[in-house]
């Protein structure tokens, strides 16, 4: 590792760990270069005082097991703040607190906390090091665990230093696990400093700081000052027959299928008739418009931090052949061999459960239903190397999503841009009996961004409209709902790879190439208009996935309304107007008993 007299050439980056490690007092600080040797020792290093644990190396070789804090597993929303000068700034969809007093709060908290540690510095990169899409931070931390995660998840050390450097800008992120004391944690994110301060948690959304803090919050923040986009996206690239590839990115709420899509195996009849799926990335997205005036993205992580419950060969194969190897696991259970193990895989036994105790049903799940793994992007099957192009991929479609078991059908179209903002301002999820006792409470998350938006939701949508300008070749927006349920409560889409269908007709659709119903909320597929062959679905299902009923998507809507004027006058007229319009269409649309059938 770096010695501390090879600090950089940036004085203003000098000036900041100097600062830090005089409030943190660590007994010694270690630049991070990147460098395979540096993970070599520091992983020694967690496997002598067992913050690693090693895995069966014969199974999945390169693979270790960290236990976290049993009170320290998940992102802490009520605790994370954004501290913009002005509380309208952050909007009613953060929690704020002035940035004197959070600073004041905060770094009395971390006066000392590092006396017996070493303090690290981590110069990163988020994003292809050499693309001008990508943005710089350092993270200085006193967790090798989060050094290590940092490691895969950002282009982290040497290369990202020398960005640093002849930009002269970076984002400030000092994080410190504390005593991992739920009553002393926050994590605060200053905009207008571009500086991030995370205490008393060591899990990776609180931790790895480059992660939600950085490519979310203040993404989002530089984002808007800049004309760009930093969204909570996947970034799936879909090759046809004829060799032309598509990218879609695509914005779901949690447990609605996000990395299944981003790593989508095709059915057989696509596979053989030669349609590839490739991956870019499974969980953010940054767009800017390109000479041209077509939306252009990165991936700006470097590997996944994905949940590992519910993921085997028959949900996600890919995924699975991903983790095989090279990959720190967090909070999964062990079988009596050492093997990782965590609910939804068919095979294998847990004797340890996630808090390294025997294996006891009394206890809970074995693997915490959070439990993780953080593995390369590279080393997925269907990673596409497209992913490092420095001017990004070019977006064809943005796909909206949720889970809504009536209702939402399987697929529609928007508009225009103005209607499509509205779409995923309007998107959610309805919560089940099983999981809250109550059934169909929807919670809305618009652009699956309500944790996430570092500043007014009512401003983040008018800068969605603002890339709708002459010039723009804009594309176009969707909404998919693969949830949608019949009357005996089962799922009408089979979904996984045959979720390609329906990317298929998003894909035609964006080339003038395939049909639609226009109806009052947008255009609908009719039977016709999507590729069934091979795939065994009834008629009357299908009628129920492509329905359209006025009625109730004139409560909907009505609440979409209610729903917008939430945040006040920040919220645009023009998506207010367009609520309206919408509303006017479906009360034109006919009686009550009346639906749409898109047959």
Not at 221 to 226: F, G, I
Not at 278 to 304: F, H, Q, S
Not at 424 to 444: D, F, H, I
Not at 483 to 505: A, I, S
């Amino acid at each position: 590792m770096r010695p501390e007299t090879m600090a950089s050439k940036l004085k203003a980056l000098n000036d900041w760990v100097d600062d830090v490690a005089r409030l943190t007092r660590p007994d010694s600080i270690r630049w991070c270069d990147g460098s395979d040797a540096e993970a070599a020792a520091l992983r020694a290093e967690m496997l002598a005082d067992g913050t690693l644990v090693e895995l069966n190396q014969d199974t999945h070789p390169g693979c270790y097991l960290h236990r976290s804090n049993p009170s320290d597993v998940a992102r802490v929303e009520h605790l994370t703040l954004v501290c913009s000068k002005n509380q309208e700034d952050a909007g009613p969809n953060n929690h704020w607190m002035d940035p004197a007093e959070a600073h004041a709060k905060i770094d009395a908290l971390f006066d000392g906390c590092m006396q017996g540690r070493t303090m690290y510095v981590m110069p990163y990169c988020m994003g292809p090091i050499d693309s001008p899409l990508s943005r710089c931070g350092v993270e200085i931390t006193d967790s090798p665990y989060v050094v290590a995660n940092m490691r895969i998840m950002t282009r982290m050390g040497a290369a990202a230093l020398a960005r640093i450097e002849r930009e002269g800008t970076f984002v400030k992120g000092l994080h410190s696990i504390g005593e991992l004391d739920p009553e002393r944690r926050f994590i605060m994110h200053f905009p207008e400093e571009l500086t991030i301060k995370s205490y008393g948690s060591g899990y990776g959304g609180n931790a790895l700081l480059g992660k939600k803090c950085h490519a979310l919050r203040i993404g989002s923040w530089q984002a808007r000052q800049e004309g760009w986009l930093a969204e909570h996206m996947l970034i799936v690239g879909i090759e046809n027959p004829q060799g032309e590839t598509h990218y879609v990115a695509a914005a779901f709420p949690s447990a609605c299928g996000k990395t299944n899509l981003a790593m989508l195996i095709p059915p057989e009849g696509y596979r053989k008739a030669g349609w590839k799926v490739w991956t870019v990335g499974d969980d953010i997205c940054w767009m800017r418009p390109g000479k041209d005036g077509r939306l252009y993205a990165i991936n700006p992580e470097a590997g996944y931090f994905g949940v590992a419950p519910g993921t085997s060969r028959s949900t996600n194969p890919t995924a699975m052949e991903t983790i095989a190897h090279d990959t720190i696991f967090t909070n999964v259970a062990v079988t009596a061999d050492n093997q990782p193990w965590w609910e939804g895989l068919p095979h294998g036994t847990p004797v340890t459960d996630w808090q390294g105790r025997p294996y006891d049903a009394a206890n809970g799940p074995a693997a915490h239903p959070n439990s993780r793994f953080t593995v390369s992007a590279k080393q997925c099957p269907s990673w596409s190397p497209h992913a490092e192009d420095k001017q990004g991929v070019p977006i064809s479609a943005i796909v909206f999503g949720g889970r809504r078991p009536s209702l939402v059908p399987l697929v529609f179209e928007a508009r225009d841009w103005t209607h499509g903002v509205l779409v995923g301002a309007a998107m959610g999820s309805e919560t089940t009996a099983a999981a809250t006792g109550a059934v169909g409470v929807l919670r809305r998350d618009s652009m699956a961004m309500k944790p996430f938006c570092g500043y007014n939701y009512g401003d983040y949508f008018a800068h969605w409209l603002s890339f709708d300008k002459p010039g723009a070749k804009l594309p176009k927006i969707f909404h998919v709902n693969w949830f949608r349920k019949g009357d005996d409560g089962k799922f009408l889409w089979p979904g996984y790879g045959e979720n390609l269908r329906v990317l298929e007709w998003i894909i035609d659709r964006c080339k003038g190439a395939v049909g639609a119903q226009e109806t009052p909320i947008g255009h609908v597929p009719r039977k016709d208009d999507l590729h069934l062959d091979g795939l065994a679905i009834d008629g009357t299902a299908l009628d129920t996935l492509l329905e359209v009923d006025p009625m109730g998507w004139a409560a909907e809507v009505a609440d979409i309304g209610h729903y917008l004027d939430s945040f006040g006058a920040r919220t645009p007229e023009k998506l207010k107007a367009e609520q309206r319009r919408v509303a006017a269409a479906l009360a034109n649309a006919g009686a009550p008993a009346r639906k749409v059938a898109a047959g």
